[in-house]
């Protein structure tokens, strides 16, 4: 894994263009840096890897999510235009993630439909736990000395005691070949029509498969994905 992350400092304003327009992004001549924008890049490398994508992981997507797509309770302000000498601005984070020499990415969830069979031995476990001296569990002596119930005779000679304890979880496992990519473009500055956040994923021979299907789920040579969040200017109401 390798990992980069690039700022350029932002110089001031020339009075005189250093580029014409037309060589210029349709922000850039928006904002007026007469030159090409500041740069800040974000990359990701993944080389032969095996994610594993848990509980910890979700529970961090809020937080990752609402940094590049922010829900903002307030009114969109247009960026005034730069004059001379003031400090040019960046326009735009871009994010880059590629996979390179075959990557994995496992999911694990919960298969809802075995619910019940696992809340039941939970529920018997409890009880047990509950009532260790019930008149069902009648104490022995042992030649050892110690005193053993009913009980505990149950609990070692139980087959379901691991199922109590421990549930299997199920998977699903995405595999992709090399030249896969994330692509994200996340502005930062409010034109006129508002802003846009860009989002595209290439994904080469996608192999999906599950724990629950007997084979691959999906095998398809390309999967791809575009998204495009507007944000308008206007007033927002709540």
């Known amino acids: 894994m390798r990992f980069c992350y690039h700022v350029d400092f932002a110089g001031p304003v020339p009075v ?5 327009d037309d060589l210029l992004s349709a922000s850039n001549q928006q ?21 594993h994508y848990g509980p910890w ?31 040019r601005l960046h326009t735009q984070l871009k994010v880059r993630i590629e996979f390179s020499k075959g990557t994995s990415i496992r999911v694990p969830l919960r ?12 529920q ?24 053993r119930t009913s009980l505990d005779y149950n609990s070692a000679k139980s087959p379901t005691t691991a199922a109590i304890t421990s549930r299997p979880y199920a998977w699903i496992d995405i595999k992709m070949s ?6 994200m473009t996340v502005p930062m ?13 290439q994904l080469n021979k996608v192999i999906v498969t599950t724990s629950l ?26």
């Open 16 to 20: 005189n263009a250093v580029l014409p």
């Open 31 to 51: 904002i007026g840096n007469k030159d090409i924008e500041p740069e800040w890049i974000l990359e990701l490398y993944f080389t032969s890897a095996n994610i």
């Open 57 to 87: 992981a979700d529970r961090q997507r809020c937080q990752i999510q609402n940094f590049f797509f922010p829900f903002v309770p307030l009114d969109s302000i247009v960026n005034a235009r730069l004059e001379p000498g003031q400090a």
């Open 111 to 122: 298969e809802q439909s075995k619910d019940w069979k696992y809340a039941n031995l939970f």
């Open 124 to 147: 018997q476990d409890d009880s047990k736990m509950a009532s260790p001296t019930s008149k069902d569990d009648k104490s022995t002596s042992e030649p050892d000395g110690q005193v």
């Open 178 to 183: 090399v030249a896969s990519t994330v692509k």
């Open 189 to 201: 500055i409010v034109s006129e029509n508002g802003y846009k956040t860009t989002l595209d994923c």
């Open 213 to 238: 299907n007997y084979a691959v789920l999906i095998d398809s040579p390309s999967f791809c994905i575009r998204r495009v969040r507007s944000e308008p200017n206007g007033k927002k109401k709540f």
